[in-house]
């Protein structure tokens, strides 16, 4: 398996904008995270919210090949079940349904990261003090981070979390590497 440092050297390698870089980091954050909470390999679970948008750069404008070319480039360097999650974290392009609870949790993780990210960046004081509640009602603002997928949130629940336990887990995941990941 891919080491965390080659890991992100492999997502820069494709000079992607800074901005995905970050959700890469947040990303692997919540994943990290989630590995804890649900019992699973932190490292692994990390290196794939990492890698996820890995082939983003070149398939931004073929959403079909997005998760696809990750696949091929990460074979042999992260386990099927990693594979698998990164290919389904994109099923709605890809036909690759996800089944498992890695599946799931790179789902609802990698799609939470635009809903945090923005409402952080609307709040005078980002990260301190957000609560689930505020995150709640800002998805029921359809117009609030309208690109953010607020089933893949909801897909939390498919981790056996509520939705108020996935975003407090999120929050808190995110808030030590804000600085570092655009929220300032």
Known sequence: MLSRDDALALVT???????MVNHALQS??????LAQRLGHDPGLWG?????HDLDFPLT???PEQHGLQAREELAGKLP???????????????????AAPFDFALRAAESVTGLV??????RPTRMEGMEPKSLKKKMKDKSFAAAVS???????????????????????????????????
């Open 117 to 122: 990210m923005a409402a952080a960046l609307v």
């Open 150 to 184: 607020r089933d893949r949130i909801r897909e939390c629940e498919k981790l056996g979390l509520t939705l108020d336990e996935f975003l407090a887990l999120s929050i808190a995941a995110m808030t030590p590497i804000a600085a570092k990941t655009g929220i300032v």
């Open 80 to 98: 099927e079940e990693a594979l698998h999650a990164i290919v389904a974290h994109n099923e709605e392009c890809t036909g690759v349904a996800a």
């Open 60 to 62: 931004k404008h073929t």
């Open 28 to 33: 692997e954050a919540i994943m990290r995270a």
């Open 13 to 19: 390698s494709k000079n992607p904008e800074p901005h």
């Open 47 to 51: 290196v794939t919210g990492l890698l």
